[in-house]
């Protein structure tokens, strides 16, 4: 028989005793029969050197487990964050949108021209502001006197 590349499989516990000795990786000839629960029983809840395990870990699988666990926690805590609520917000007065927004959308739905950070904003037309990643847009001056302005504000 030809040497096998792969390196042959000795799984022991924390005493060294066998729990399964097998052929080479991928070769089954000469494996004894042990299924996964027979080795993680074996094993047990043992930790790896000398390190305590995972919360959200158990036995020998367990250690994918609690790294899951982490991973997840972790992902769910950086999407916290990212919950947006849009606020709608007609005004016919003048004011300002504190800094602050991810988004600001803005159409003169009135008779009349306003203005919106000091330019004139004719009647009937719209505008989108927007900021990308973690950045924010600053303050928004607007004065819709005479004429009616909607706003949608994302925060």
Same mark, same amino acid.
């Given at each position: 028989?030809?040497?096998?590349?792969?390196?042959?499989?000795?799984?022991?516990?924390?005493?060294? #005793?066998?729990?399964?000795?097998?052929?080479? !990786?991928?070769?089954?000839?000469?494996?004894?029969?042990?299924?996964?629960? #027979?080795?993680?029983?074996? !094993?047990?809840?043992?930790?790896?050197? %000398?390190?305590?395990?995972?919360?959200? %870990?158990?036995? =020998?699988?367990?250690?994918?487990? $609690?790294?899951?666990?982490?991973?997840?926690?972790?992902?769910?805590? =950086?999407?916290? %964050?990212?919950? !947006?609520?849009?606020?709608?917000?007609?005004?016919?007065?003048?004011?300002?949108?504190?800094?602050? $927004?991810?988004?600001? $959308?803005? $159409?003169?739905?009135?008779?009349?021209? %306003?203005?919106?950070?000091?330019?004139?904003?004719?009647?009937?037309?719209?505008?989108?502001?927007?900021? #990308?990643?973690?950045?924010?847009?600053? #303050?928004?001056?607007?004065?819709?006197?005479?004429?009616?302005?909607?706003?949608?504000?994302?925060?």
């Amino acid at each position: 028989m030809a040497p096998s590349p792969f390196q042959k499989v000795n799984i022991v516990d924390e005493n060294g #005793e066998f729990i399964f000795s097998g052929g080479s !990786l991928g070769n089954t000839e000469g494996a004894s029969e042990a299924t996964l629960t #027979e080795i993680r029983d074996r !094993l047990g809840s043992q930790p790896i050197n %000398g390190a305590a395990m995972p919360a959200g %870990g158990d036995g =020998l699988l367990g250690w994918l487990s $609690a790294i899951w666990c982490l991973i997840n926690e972790r992902l769910s805590d =950086l999407n916290q %964050g990212f919950s !947006l609520e849009p606020i709608i917000m007609p005004t016919d007065s003048s004011g300002t949108i504190t800094a602050g $927004a991810k988004s600001v $959308a803005v $159409a003169n739905h009135g008779n009349s021209d %306003g203005l919106l950070q000091g330019e004139v904003f004719p009647a009937g037309a719209s505008v989108e502001f927007g900021a #990308e990643g973690r950045d924010t847009l600053k #303050e928004i001056t607007y004065d819709a006197t005479g004429t009616k302005f909607l706003f949608a504000i994302v925060r």
